[in-house]
């Protein structure tokens, strides 16, 4: 649908004004905005006609404007200006990022609770692979009598461990034995590389710790075929916290029971094929209980094949363009975080940064 530029600029106003106070938009409150020349009577005009768009929607007869979906749609595609990061936020954020090199599952939870409380809303943290997983090295290491601990690095720097109880028994001597048949021929191999007759050739080479064998390759097996890494969710609670949810307890719980884990990972668009950010905005969830829901999401690279993936969810009444730019501020730095050539850089501020006030 096209707009007039008027119509813009008050469809725009009244998103701004929404996602500030949480309270419907009337037309003297847009006409006191210093960049507004029109008259309320104008202003009422033009929120009729764009409620009859379906941009907007009036809850109560007396009450002003809020938008719609279509109108927060309307707002993220052609109306969103970048927001630029002020110095206090830069500062906070690069603060925030100070992180130590750690296993990975670890780094990307520590993220997660990171993002999300530099945006107050829940956040996810998901690595996922753009090329088939393959194994790096193993390592067997000896806990209590009958049982080891079985640690896997794959591409990417992802870090499996599992608990295996001994079929037989084996001695340290034979574990190092064993980790060293595997590194020298199960490593660098897809889970499809894997075939029955290397089976029989690491079996045969493994001595005493061959009853092992099948135990590693079906741990090994099902982490290559993992497409997902875990997927960390913090920060619920916070959803409590925002005006929409604060006096509805039954619509916070129906968001809670369908935010979870599982859901996150089965979102059509977790793994985005179009740009590094990804929207969805109320219904365009896949869930019933996300109607009035959105959620943000930004990629990065990590290295080997593997991908990162941050994002909030909130409700549909959240500045789009302060969240994308805290994303994509944390989103770039963690490439250069994860990149070996450079570990661990200093976070780069955005351009102009060094000149506010």
């Known amino acids: 649908m096209e707009l007039t530029e008027r119509q813009k600029q008050i469809l725009g106003a009244i998103v701004d004004i929404y996602v500030s106070t949480a309270e419907p938009v009337g037309s003297k409150a847009i006409a006191a905005l210093p960049d507004v020349k029109y008259s309320s009577a104008t202003i009422r005009n033009e929120m009729a006609e764009l409620t009859q768009m379906g941009l907007l929607e009036q809850p109560h007869t007396s009450a002003g404007r809020i938008p719609s979906p279509a109108g927060y749609r309307l707002y993220i595609d052609e109306l969103m200006q970048d927001y630029r990061l002020s110095l206090d936020e830069t500062r906070t954020l690069s603060q925030a990022l100070e992180l130590k090199s750690q296993e990975f599952d670890k780094m990307m939870s520590q993220v997660g609770k990171l993002v999300s409380k530099m945006t107050n809303l829940p956040a996810y943290t998901?690595?996922?692979?753009?090329?088939?997983?393959?194994?790096?090295?193993?390592?067997?290491?000896?806990?209590?009598?009958?049982?080891?601990?079985?640690?896997?690095?794959?591409?990417?720097?992802?870090?499996?461990?599992?608990?295996?109880?001994?079929?037989?028994?084996?001695?340290?001597?034979?574990?190092?034995?064993?980790?060293?048949?595997?590194?020298?021929?199960?490593?660098?191999?897809?889970?499809?590389?894997?075939?029955?007759?290397?089976?029989?050739?690491?079996?045969?080479?493994?001595?005493?710790?061959?009853?092992?064998?099948?135990?590693?390759?079906?741990?090994?097996?099902?982490?290559?075929?993992?497409?997902?890494?875990?997927?960390?969710?913090?920060?619920?609670?916070r959803l409590l916290g925002q005006p929409e949810y604060r006096d509805a307890a039954e619509k916070a719980q129906e968001v809670f029971?369908?935010?979870?884990?599982?859901?996150?990972?089965?979102?059509?668009?977790?793994?985005?094929?179009?740009?590094?950010?990804?929207?969805?905005?109320?219904?365009?969830?896949?869930?019933?209980?996300?109607?009035?829901?959105?959620?943000?999401?930004?990629?990065?690279d990590i290295g080997d094949g593997m991908q990162g993936m941050i994002g909030v969810v909130g409700p549909t009444r959240m500045d789009y363009a302060k969240i994308t730019a805290k994303l994509g501020y944390f989103a770039e730095n963690l490439g250069r975080m994860f990149q070996k050539s450079t570990p661990n850089p200093p976070p780069v501020l955005p351009e102009g940064s060094e000149n506010e006030e």
């Open 257 to 300: 029971e369908t935010l979870d884990e599982e859901m996150l990972t089965n979102l059509p668009a977790v793994l985005p094929k179009d740009g590094p950010v990804q929207f969805l905005v109320g219904p365009e969830n896949v869930a019933r209980e996300l109607k009035d829901t959105s959620v943000v999401m930004m990629r990065f």
């Open 126 to 237: 998901v690595a996922t692979r753009q090329n088939e997983a393959v194994a790096k090295h193993f390592d067997l290491l000896m806990t209590a009598p009958g049982s080891i601990i079985l640690v896997l690095m794959l591409s990417g720097d992802v870090v499996k461990n599992k608990l295996v109880k001994l079929p037989v028994h084996v001695t340290e001597q034979e574990l190092k034995l064993l980790a060293a048949v595997l590194n020298a021929s199960l490593t660098d191999l897809t889970a499809e590389q894997v075939t029955g007759e290397l089976l029989e050739k690491i079996t045969r080479s493994a001595g005493s710790a061959a009853p092992l064998v099948p135990l590693v390759l079906d741990f090994t097996l099902e982490c290559l075929r993992q497409q997902h890494g875990d997927v960390h969710l913090t920060g619920q609670m």
